[in-house]
């Protein structure tokens, strides 16, 4: 039974590329959450996908955005990057929009010069 | 300014002694998990506390939840080197169409044999 994975493990951009990241959820999850975790902190919530739609968001720029796709899986993509999006990015995944337990995967680590 | 405060931030033990984590918001929370994260993963769900003053034990690890759904504590006791990790609690406060969990800014823990 696979689990969450998340690619690539690590990346390394510039200031004003763009980046995608990508999320595969555990078998039978369909609903996909993204979260950043800058270093030494929390993960900060960025947005959900359920049945390919966004339904929630939190305080991140238009610059992030994300798909999810017929398979489940999402995207996420970083528009414009900054320093300051350096950091660890988690996918996690649950059955149901509305359920509780969040399996996380590994991450991606970003690191932006 | 995190919604959920996670102190201590730092926590460095012997093998063998006690110690406990606290986790504050000014908010009402429909529950909250406590996570742990090792170095190049994702976090782990450890345990979701869902009622007022409710208390959960998970071998050498009890979580208590705040009567009033605001705050939090993990207790280990006899902690362990295997104990080493990041320690995060995550309010969960669904929405209409999702529920997103508001992660504290964690407490890293170093139990030393």
């Known amino acids: 039974d696979a689990g969450v994975t998340q690619s690539p493990t690590h990346l390394i951009k510039t200031r004003g590329q763009q980046v995608t990241l990508r999320c595969s959820p555990k078998s039978g999850h369909d609903t996909v959450s993204w979260y950043q975790q800058a270093l030494g902190q929390g993960p900060q919530f960025i947005f959900q996908?359920?049945?390919?739609?966004?339904?929630q968001r939190g305080n991140f720029p238009d610059r992030f955005s994300g798909h999810q796709f017929p398979n489940y899986s999402s995207e996420l993509n970083v528009n414009a990057l900054l320093l300051g999006d350096s950091a660890l990015y988690l996918c996690a995944s649950s059955l149901g929009a509305l359920r509780r337990k969040q399996y996380f995967g590994p991450g991606t680590r970003l690191t932006v010069t | 300014t995190q919604l959920l405060e996670q102190s201590p931030q730092f926590l460095s033990i012997q093998e063998g002694e006690n110690l406990t984590v606290y986790c504050n918001s000014s908010?009402?929370?429909?529950?909250l998990q406590w996570y742990r994260q090792e170095p190049g993963e994702g976090p782990v769900l450890l345990v979701t506390v869902v009622t007022g003053g409710e208390v959960k034990k998970l071998k050498r690890l009890t979580f208590q939840f705040g009567d009033a759904r605001k705050d939090s504590s993990l207790h280990i006791t006899a902690a362990q080197p295997g104990d080493t990790g990041l320690y995060l609690c995550?309010?969960?406060?669904?929405?209409?169409?999702?529920?997103?969990?508001?992660f504290g800014g964690g407490t890293r823990l170093m139990v030393k044999p």
């Open positions: 995550a309010g969960d406060r669904p929405l209409n169409a999702g529920n997103m969990l508001t």
């Open positions: 996908y359920y049945e390919e739609e966004e339904r």
């Open positions: 908010s009402v929370f429909s529950s």
